[in-house]
């Protein structure tokens, strides 16, 4: 099992062949041309992730006006906003059994479906109930994309690169909450009067808000289209008995027909073996699953519990709370999703360079230090009345506090954004081995999408009951736990191929025996 305890220096994996660890083309990048291939179907495949990213925060500028259209209290509001979630851990579930069955490409295609009717209906709905249900729908396509894009990018991408391709996942992840954010702003300021006004009427006698859940239609469509024109993965194909195909796919993105055939060979020696073996299953013996399936399942919830969702969900509440007003809040939010994207491209410029091992101990120890200052920075707040809501408070931070607790933000959102966002995603399409990844991802994603969900509809009660230094204290002693979980029990798998995935530990140094 790839599970083993290591220190904080270079680990190297152990049970990989050297020589199909290094590649052709050795670990520097990108230099056979026939990458591109790879690169483009790496792309096409992220488009879910831009779904998903999109999904995440395109509600954040409804859901003030559909809370005061259908009158909502804030506990059906909050359930309206998260219920989304539920049905991603859903459809992360469904998602993984459906592509052993189906193939990654139509499982793919069924979630672009189910996300466009969504998208659409969420936008007619006549009431909360309806709205909740066609929510929870758009909830289980975007989980269904969340678990194949990984899985396809990492199996059709080449060993010395596949780091990067599956960093793409959690790119267009940022990209579609910065895309939604906009899109968001752009209607409400479309509508006639002054100001952005959600609620206000725009086309065909439907309001900004409703305009904000139909839109997502248009890359919805995009990811069904290329989910019908982008090859199946390899070893899919070869599972169903289709060498001829798998062998053209695998040439188009390795370069070479020998390469393509030796890769070919290797993963008929894999799926010959797991047939030999007894039927793949989850289960094991640490609390009735595999110690590595725990390993995937504790890296998501980790990924969670550090709060970074609080930071986008309720960055325009969480904002005008400590002092800025409502322009000055939208401002604040387009700039940390900015710094989102642009720090993913750090962990795509280093995760098959340095490993995915140092960079999720780096980004665990630098959120940690950002969120215990955020914490401290909040246990200096005080309240004043709110003067354009009587009977309601507003928190204020005194003196530096305030840019203590921003710059503290965004430091936070850039030690996540180039770590623990893409490197989770990259580990978890590419530590299962071959005969449980599908299912092994799904079940992964999907306590993923239940740990959002506990943290979305949690923070507003923690908020009210202590204030933000209390949540963001909870956030990095998570934090802190997730550094000695990924030094404990996180493998190094740069440079490992697919078909090494099964046996790999990691090598602890300090006393020079694998765990």
Not at 292 to 320: A, D, K, M, R
Not at 382 to 408: C, F, H, K, M, R
Not at 434 to 462: D, Y
């Amino acid at each position: 099992m790839a599970t083993g305890t290591g220190s904080t220096g270079s680990d190297e994996p152990v049970g990989a062949s050297p020589a199909r660890a290094g590649g052709a083309s050795g670990a520097g990048g990108l230099r056979s041309p026939h990458h591109g291939k790879a690169v483009g179907l790496a792309i096409a495949a992220a488009v879910g992730g831009f779904l998903f990213g999109f999904d995440s925060s395109v509600i954040n500028g409804a859901v003030k006006a559909f809370t005061d259209e259908f009158a909502l209290g804030d506990a059906l509001s909050g359930f309206a906003v998260a219920v989304a979630l539920l049905g991603c851990a859903l459809g992360a579930w469904l998602g993984g059994r459906l592509a052993d069955r189906w193939g990654r490409t139509r499982v793919m295609f069924l979630g672009a479906v189910l996300f466009f009717v969504s998208s659409i209906l969420s936008g007619i709905a006549f009431g909360v109930w309806d709205l909740i249900l066609w929510r929870a729908m758009a909830g289980i396509g975007i989980g269904i994309a969340s678990v194949i894009a990984p899985a396809y990018i990492a199996e059709i991408a080449p060993a010395t690169i596949r780091g990067r391709l599956g960093s793409l996942q959690q790119l267009a992840i940022v990209i579609g909450i910065f895309a939604a954010l906009l899109s968001d702003q752009m209607l409400a300021l479309a509508t006639p009067g002054e100001g952005a006004d959600a609620s206000g009427e725009l086309w065909l006698g439907l309001e900004a808000w409703r305009w904000m859940f139909i839109v997502a239609v248009v890359p919805a469509t995009v990811y069904g289209v290329l989910a019908l024109m982008i090859p199946e993965s390899p070893r899919y194909l070869v599972a169903q008995g289709k060498q001829d195909e798998a062998l053209s796919v695998l040439t188009d993105v390795l370069g070479t027909r020998e390469e393509a055939e030796n890769r070919l060979g290797e993963i008929q020696q894999t799926i010959k073996a797991d047939e030999s073996a007894p039927k793949a299953s989850l289960r094991g013996p640490r609390f009735g699953l595999l110690p590595l399936v725990w390993v995937g399942i504790l890296l998501s919830v980790f990924q969670q519990f550090v709060g970074i969702n609080v930071i986008f969900y309720y960055s325009n509440t969480l904002w005008q709370a400590v002092g800025f007003d409502e322009s000055d809040s939208f401002t604040i939010s387009t700039i940390t999703s900015i710094t989102n994207v642009v720090v993913t491209f750090i962990a795509i410029a280093l995760v098959d360079k340095v490993g995915r091992r140092p960079l999720l101990l780096i980004g665990s120890a630098g959120m940690a230090l950002c969120l215990g200052l955020m914490a401290l920075a909040f246990t200096q707040s005080y309240e004043i009345p709110d003067p354009e809501n009587a009977g309601e408070v507003l928190t204020q931070l005194p003196g530096s506090w305030g840019t203590v607790a921003l710059i503290a933000a965004n430091a936070f959102v850039v030690f996540f954004g180039a770590t623990w966002g893409p490197l989770v995603w990259v580990l978890l399409g590419e530590m299962f081995p071959n005969r449980i990844r599908a299912a092994a991802l799904g079940l992964a994603a999907a306590a993923q999408w239940i740990a959002n969900f506990l943290i979305t509809i949690s923070f507003p009660p923690l908020l009210g009951a202590f204030g933000a230094s209390v949540p963001y204290l909870m956030y990095a002693i998570f934090a802190a736990l997730s550094f000695f979980f990924t030094l404990w029990k996180v493998p190094e798998t740069k440079g490992v191929e697919l078909e090494d995935m099964e046996g790999l530990k990691v090598e602890r140094r300090t006393r020079g025996a694998a765990a």
